[in-house]
């Protein structure tokens, strides 16, 4: 299949069109920019799904260096702190900026932002927009914005399949659209893909967010970091819905409580009892669920008939799974949300391959450690958008190169692959279901399949969850339940887990003989 090569004079391609997506697009304005998303804009991104609110110290007893010590306290020793500190500094201003840009985020009677409190924070600093709706919100607006912007060329319906790479450095980009392949030629690309929970059966994400954009980066030669720690939110609503519907950390926030199917409430003599950090919540509904009691999330007392008004997403959803939570306790299970990992990069987004950036749940700048702070991702992605801009605007789009290659891999689907990389990267894991998971996954991602890409960023996953030998934020060994004395980042590389993972099929295969 030989591509339809579309010339675009050298502009910088972002890929992916959620937050991080459309706030590099408009920061790049008025340098001309082309925006890939996959699906109509606004669709099929977890950004639109976002409940939760951007953290920032705004209140008059906050400070951004309680912020700095919530967020490291909740990295469990993993964040790179310079990185953190940029950030939490950062935010105010961001927030300032959406506000100009026509954010309706919730006031006071006095016109002063609302703040909301989640888990592992030690103030109020969550700013949310219209309750529950904070995602959608901004999505609405910036999308509107990005449409009005005339430097901004949108490309919708179009899927990224393959980067280029010539000589250590991108040249161009392989997608396809509704007219067949094309190639842009470009030496400036800024992945803004999303995360991973598509990879598992029980998620809150989009269930195309299979790790696309580390798929991509990975058979470029890019250096990914930190992989084996996947957030997953204790609290989604039981159902049958996918994506499941977030019971947003608000509600725990305004004081809900967790109880078994007979009324005990298991996490009280925990420290922190409900706004513990997300991976003490979690493993510890795990365990009930895995002890065949169900779980339920109670806002009778807390908030009653208020619930409604509170959080009307939320409302709607639960009403729709036959729930009315002001009168009756809502059933949740906790549900693949948030990568830490990604494609490593520099303070500007930039990753190890020359003219390739990444930003938002993509990327991997440090920031979350092992466990990331609730409502800092949409904090990160408003943050450190302005400074992928800038280092993307500040580097030479370069000559173009006048040939590209043109082998098509299939588009991808990871169905097939959900069953076993549930079972094998999920809350609790062990070395044997890894090492099994990691064969399993090798054959699939060399093969040229549907699912090779998602096989190949779930072998990768348990790459990095075998090669860390303890149990550390959201990365829990059963086998390794101890923690390091010593906190490492951990990267990897394609080839890297390649190699491991064919050591591992050797291994098997002499001890079957």
Do not use: K
């Given at each position: 299949m030989t591509p339809d090569v579309r010339y675009i004079a050298g502009a910088p391609v972002i890929v992916g069109a959620g937050l991080a997506g459309l706030l590099t697009a408009l920061h790049l304005a008025p340098?001309?920019?082309?925006?890939?998303?996959?699906?109509?804009?606004?669709?099929?991104?977890?950004?639109?799904?976002?409940?939760?609110?951007?953290?920032?110290?705004?209140?008059?007893?906050?400070?951004?260096?309680?912020?700095?010590?919530?967020?490291?306290?909740?990295?469990?020793?993993?964040?790179?702190?310079?990185?953190?500190?940029?950030?939490?500094?950062?935010?105010?201003?961001?927030i300032a900026h959406l506000i100009r840009l026509g954010a309706p985020?919730?006031?006071?009677?006095?016109?002063?932002?609302?703040?909301?409190?989640?888990?592992?924070?030690?103030?109020?600093?969550?700013?949310?927009?219209?309750?529950?709706g904070t995602g959608r919100e901004l999505l609405s607006v910036l999308i509107a914005m990005a449409r009005r912007t005339p430097s901004i060329t949108i490309l919708e319906n179009m899927d990224a399949l393959r980067l280029i790479v010539v000589e250590g450095g991108i040249v161009g980009l392989l997608a396809i659209g509704p007219t067949g392949v094309v190639s842009l030629p470009?030496?400036?690309?800024?992945?803004?893909?999303?995360?991973?929970?598509?990879?598992?059966?029980d998620t809150t994400n989009p269930l195309s967010s299979f790790g696309h954009g580390l798929a991509l980066a990975a058979c470029a030669g890019a250096e990914l970091a930190d992989l084996e720690f996947i957030q997953f939110h204790p609290t989604a609503l039981d159902c049958s819905r996918r994506p499941m519907p977030l019971i947003s950390e608000a509600v725990r926030g305004e004081g809900a409580v967790l109880v078994d199917e007979h009324g005990r409430r298991f996490l009280a003599d925990t420290p922190g009892a409900e706004l513990a950090p997300r991976d003490v919540v979690a493993r510890a509904i795990w365990n009930q669920l895995a002890a065949g009691r169900r779980v339920f999330l109670d806002a009778r007392q807390s908030l009653g008939h208020k619930f409604a008004k509170r959080f009307p997403a939320i409302t709607s959803a639960c009403r729709e799974a036959g729930v009315d939570p002001a009168v009756a306790p809502i059933p949740v299970?906790?549900?693949a949300?948030?990568?830490?990992?990604?494609?490593?990069?520099?303070a500007e987004g930039r990753s190890s391959v020359a003219g390739l950036w990444a930003c938002g749940e993509v990327a991997c700048?440090?920031?979350?450690?092992?466990?990331?702070?609730?409502?800092?991702?949409?904090?990160?992605?408003?943050?450190?958008?302005?400074?992928?801009?800038?280092?993307v605007a500040g580097t030479s789009a370069g000559w173009q190169w006048p040939r590209l290659p043109s082998i098509v891999p299939p588009r991808p689907d990871p169905s097939s692959i959900r069953r076993l990389t549930s079972k094998a990267l999920g809350i609790v894991r062990t070395g044997q279901a890894l090492r099994e998971a990691a064969r399993a996954l090798l054959r699939i991602a060399v093969s040229d399949k549907a699912a090779s890409d998602p096989a190949l960023v779930a072998l990768l996953i348990a790459t990095a969850a075998l090669r860390r030998e303890e149990s550390r934020g959201s990365h829990y060994r059963s086998d390794f339940t101890g923690r390091n004395a010593v906190p490492l980042p951990s990267r990897l590389t394609l080839c890297a887990a390649f190699e491991s993972a064919i050591a591992l099929s050797w291994q098997a295969s002499e001890r079957s003989c």
């Open positions: 340098q001309p920019v082309v925006l890939l998303s996959r699906t109509a804009l606004g669709t099929e991104t977890s950004s639109v799904l976002a409940q939760g609110g951007l953290a920032a110290s705004l209140g008059a007893d906050d400070h951004h260096e309680l912020h700095l010590t919530d967020t490291l306290a909740a990295g469990d020793g993993l964040c790179n702190e310079a990185m953190a500190r940029r950030v939490v500094e950062a935010v105010p201003q961001a985020f919730d006031c006071n009677s006095d016109s002063s932002l609302r703040l909301g409190l989640e888990a592992a924070h030690s103030r109020r600093r969550i700013v949310h927009a219209a309750g529950d470009t030496r400036r690309i800024v992945l803004a893909t999303g995360g991973v929970g598509g990879l598992f059966r299970r906790p549900a949300h948030y990568h830490m990992g990604g494609v490593a990069v520099d700048t440090g920031l979350h450690g092992a466990n990331r702070l609730a409502s800092n991702s949409l904090a990160e992605t408003v943050a450190t958008a302005a400074w992928v801009a800038g280092s």
